[in-house]
């Protein structure tokens, strides 16, 4: 059933009380996720999830919330993916990227998916919502035979920098439009949803009023702990602040590295470069040359791709030595 023009007047007060209400307000009755002793949980999405990777500040979160389970965590987000996973087809139908993805999430054998579309789809406005919602779901199915539980994030409103940014505009309007789509899906279907807010605050917690940096992600940490764990686990993880809105270098010695005098801080780059290595795993440089379409040009290094998983499991080793460490 397609859905009708939403009238203007209406969608601004629907936007007005969204916007005005808190996320406790609005989303109460959604039960957390806990997350247990060696889950393995699959992050899957756009730019929002994808970037995340470079600051760490949502997983090492998430980490410091059970820091005595061994729970791994793998970023496969795409900038500018949707739910139809049209970024993912590189020189492929998207088709075929959807397939692969399905593909790659089920190799993962995760336990639980936490999945955050819907800033990309929102500039599609009323009339994209029906479509939109019926590929999430269809998403939703064929990720299902993973048997892993799910949880949805909603968009992520812009941030106000000016009257030239997206936050003035009507795009607020149409996020609010979608984060109460995937809310009434995950509804449905009994999954925990997490509203994500913009914080009030003068800094710049975007590089654009859309894309996080390292101060927007490490402000929303906290939502996300509490969409999952619960109030009172979320007052109880604490992170140190960025000094800068940019990324931290995740390149540091390993001498380096063991200055680092916060815990933390130490657990947060070690997940930094875990993840830097992972995506150098299922995304590596030249991947056209190596799997694609021209492998029979250097596809004979193909082989060396799979040795970042040794370098990936050395790396969460360490993480959970660090995360462990943490709480003593």
């Given amino acids: 059933m397609r859905i009708p023009p939403i009238p203007a007047t209406l969608l601004w007060l629907t936007t007005c009380l969204v916007l005005s209400a808190s996320p406790a307000d609005l989303f109460a009755d959604d039960a957390p996720l806990e997350l247990r002793d060696g889950d393995r949980v699959v992050l899957l999405g756009g730019t929002l999830i994808e970037r995340e990777q470079r600051y760490g500040y949502w997983e090492t979160a998430l980490a410091l919330a059970w820091p005595d389970r061994n729970v791994t965590f793998r970023n496969l987000g795409w900038s500018g993916d949707t739910v139809w996973t049209e970024s993912r087809g590189i020189f492929d139908p998207p088709a075929k990227g959807y397939e692969r993805m399905l593909e790659h999430v089920a190799r993962l054998k995760p336990t639980v998916i936490l999945l955050g579309y819907g800033n990309a789809e929102a500039f599609a406005g009323p009339e994209g919502l029906d479509r939109f919602i019926t590929q999430y779901g269809k998403l939703l199915d064929d990720l299902s ?70 101060l927007g992600y ?10 999952l764990a619960g109030d009172a686990v979320a007052e109880q993880v604490s992170l140190p602040a960025p ?14 590295r063991q200055q680092l005098d916060d815990p933390v801080e130490a657990l ?40 970042f998983e040794e370098l990936v499991r050395d790396v969460e080793d360490e993480i959970a030595r660090r995360r462990s460490k943490d709480t003593q």
Avoid: C
């Avoid at 490490?218 to 969409?227: C, S, Y």
């Fill in 145 to 214: 035979s993973t048997g892993a539980r799910f949880a949805l994030l909603g968009p992520l409103p812009p941030q106000r920098l000016g009257s030239q940014h997206p936050g003035d505009g009507s795009y607020g309007e149409k996020v609010a439009l979608y984060a109460n789509a995937i809310r009434d899906l995950a509804q449905e279907r009994k999954i925990p949803f997490v509203p994500l807010q913009m914080p009030e605050t003068d800094q710049a917690l975007t590089d654009n009023g859309l894309h996080l940096n390292a």
């Fill in 218 to 227: 490490h402000a929303t940490a906290p939502q996300i702990v509490r969409g």
């Fill in 243 to 256: 000094g800068t809105p940019w990324p931290v270098a995740d390149h540091l010695s390993e001498e380096s």
């Fill in 268 to 307: 947060r780059h070690a997940i930094i470069r875990k993840n830097r290595l992972y995506f150098h795993r299922w995304r590596p440089q030249n991947i056209t040359y190596l799997f694609g379409f021209r492998k029979h040009e250097q596809g004979q290094n193909a082989p060396e791709v799979a040795r």
